[in-house]
């Protein structure tokens, strides 16, 4: 496999392959009464340990050796977070078999191109999510078996679905006698389709290798800095980019898990913060937004959450000042992409920043933050010429590192590297210190008058704006200037704001030019799959939006 060549003498050190199956082994070796909760699709809470965890994990690949699943092939789930969609992690990529996470919250259409372009062999899901199934089986060619994540009395009496079958029949009937093969550790382990916002869904393939040391890298203290010593809700789904990687660097780190389940809304991740006694989360920022109205709402305060990575999209800096002012909850910035496992970027301060005032503090951590050891980034411009780090000068974000994307799988698209390094689609600015921040996706930025406008500081003072709860910035047709910025804004329950003032509040935040030419208010944006708002969508909805002419 590696295209390097051999030293004349080699290191003598043991050569093990970095396998995800040895994570939940170590979790059960030194953390075996380690509790991981989960709230089920059932409606009740389930507790158990890594151990348990570890032998019925064992119990699943004994399952799939069964089944015929041979190494390579791609096993398919459809769920949400908790521990059955945790086992099916270790056992299927444990084994040699490669992990294939579909969002259910994609088109059931979409779902089936994903389900036969990986040639999925079987399909785990959660009982609620019975009616997509049996909408898509029909269309996907390669699927088996379809095994329904529950007890026997939840299997429906009658189902159009050829093979279905029972999830705990399969691992009552299963030894846990179980011994994890031993392979490259370059093997793929799982497989995770883009958001796909044009065109079709293209798959990112991981490897044993890149999960195993994203999952080192991103447990370190100025990443998400998990101990042995925490409780973590990952609010981020499993079944999207392996939920930014905590169900292996979780285990790794020995911490309790707690899973929400299907129920994300304020309320319940609150009620389940609070029961666990949950130390860290990660998540989107639309999630945190229905967390914190609910905590507003109900005047309530976090008695154990001291830290949150917000990323997925820009967290505007009003939200982390909420989280840190109002509730004491640390907000470390990420960025990244499917294509990157995901995480490249995290913000933290530098000891010298401490003497700085909390403003200037402030202004640091609401960027994306300096890459975590693994990643290297530049931003060039569109010849491919590097551009300064000063802070200033924007151009289009590359990346590389051993668990960021080389190609796609059957290399859909072809060759995307630009001389070794992956083109993010981003657009951004990079410090002198290092810190990297996202001015806007490329197909985002408005194009006003021969130059950019990058959308996300506009959104972002405009939800800093008290009655504000969500903004979309997008560009709309300009007979002068080509494109010009209009401002889409969904109030706070019960808040009053005009345009005029709206358009006010930008005095002195940005440059003038970059001012919105106009507003509108609308009860809700659209938000995609993985918890995104759908840019693309609003631009459809306004795209012949007459802008006022003054
Ligand atoms: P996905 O592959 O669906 O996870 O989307 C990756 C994209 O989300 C990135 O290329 C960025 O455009 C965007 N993104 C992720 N994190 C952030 C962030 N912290 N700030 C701004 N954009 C982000």
Partial sequence: MSQYPQSPLMGQMMSQPLLISSLIQHADRYYPTTEIVSRRVEGDIHRYTYHDCHQRSKKLANVLKDFGVKMGERVATLAWNGYRHLEAYYAVSGSGAVLHTINPRLHPEQIAYIANHAEDQYL?????????????????????????LCERDRMPASTSIANLL???????????????????????????????????PKGALYSHRSTLLHSFASALPDALNVSARDVVLPVVP???????????????????????????????IYELFEQEKVTFSAGVPTVWLGLLTYMGQNKLK??????????GSACPPAMMKAFRKDYGVEVVHAWGMTEMSPLGTCCTLLSKHEQLSEEEREAILSKQGRAIYGVDM?????????????????????VKGPWVIGSYYKQEGGDVLEDGWFPTGDVAVIDIEGYMQITDRSKDVIKSGGEWIGTIDLENIAVSHPAVLQAACIGVMHPKWDERPLLVVVRKPGMEVSREELLQFYDGKIAKWWTPDDVVFTDALPIGATGKILKNKIRDTYRDHQLPTA
């Fill in 124 to 148: 785990f899901f959660d009982l609620n999510f019975l009616p997509v199934v049996e909408a898509v089986a029909p269309l996907c060619k390669t699927i088996k078996g379809f095994v329904m």
């Fill in 302 to 311: 976090f008695s154990s959450f001291k830290r949150t990575v917000i990323g």
């Fill in 166 to 200: 029972c999830y705990e029949d399969l691992l009552s009937a299963a030894s846990a006698d179980y011994s994890w093969p031993l392979f490259d550790e370059n093997s793929a382990s799982s497989l995770c389709y883009t958001s796909g916002t044009t065109g079709n």
């Fill in 378 to 398: 530049k931003i060039v411009d569109d010849a491919g010429k590097e551009l300064p780090w000063d802070g200033k000068t924007y151009g289009n974000l590359l």
């Fill in 238 to 268: 499993m079944f999207h980019v392996n939920a930014w990687g905590l169900p292996y660097s979780v285990p790794l780190t020995g911490a309790k898990l707690v899973f929400p389940g299907p129920a994300l809304d304020g309320k319940s």
